[in-house]
């Protein structure tokens, strides 16, 4: 068996901390591939909240939502990630967090992630984080602006306490075309 992608190991390490009943938010709905995925780990008792700030995207999501019997547990925003803590009572714990950064594949190639909006959700969603709990990050950057978000998410991590918070980065480190590679932020 191959080693998994960044985006397949990303499903693996979801699907440890995240189970029926639970709070997750996808913060990058984009074309539903991760809040159907989510759906299906929280269960009709769980709940996932998603952001995107492109409605098109967001609406093609909630037809497939309907269409595989899981939109009863998902709520769809159209208004960017940097928000989410307007959607989130203090006390919520979310088990389970995934960005995809960068722009939707087949969508409007400038509607990219930001390194502030990016970072202020991932520092919004760290006060839900419970032990064992994660944020995962698929840091896309082969595109203009990319790279500078992918420094910035990079150094965030790196500065995050030891003693609080494990960080894993994985990803392929021999392939042409700036392949993508995942963050992983752990609360232990
Ligand atoms: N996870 C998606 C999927 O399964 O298809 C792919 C996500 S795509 C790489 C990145 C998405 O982030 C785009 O759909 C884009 O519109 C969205 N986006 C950009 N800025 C955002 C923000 N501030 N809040 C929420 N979504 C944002």
């Known amino acids: 068996m191959n080693l998994p992608n960044a985006l397949t190991y990303s499903h693996a390490l979801l699907s440890e901390c995240v189970g029926p009943g639970d709070t997750v938010v996808d913060a990058t709905v984009g074309n539903g591939h991760d809040t159907i ?3 299906s780990l929280v269960g009709k008792t769980g ?3 998603g952001f995107d700030i492109q409605e098109a995207a967001l609406k093609e999501t909630q037809t497939q939502l309907t269409l595989t019997g899981l939109a009863s547990q998902v709520e769809l925003h159209a208004t960017g990630h940097e928000h989410v803590g307007d959607y989130l009572t ?4 979310v088990n389970g967090a995934i960005f995809n950064l960068g ?3 087949g969508g409007d190639k400038s509607l990219i992630t930001q390194p502030t909006t990016t970072l ?3 520092a919004e969603l760290l006060k839900h984080l419970p032990r064992g709990g994660r944020i995962i990050l698929v840091v896309y950057y082969g595109h203009p602006g990319g790279k500078t978000e992918r420094n910035a998410v990079v150094d965030f991590c790196q500065q995050l306490p030891q003693r609080v918070y494990q960080v894993l980065q994985y990803g392929f480190i021999n392939q042409v075309h700036n392949p993508p590679f ?7």
């Open 103 to 105: 722009y939707l594949p």
């Open 182 to 188: 995942l963050l992983a932020i752990e609360r232990r």
């Open 120 to 122: 202020a959700a991932v």
């Open 47 to 49: 709940h996932v909240i």
């Open 37 to 39: 995925f989510l759906a």
């Open 90 to 93: 203090a006390e919520t714990p």
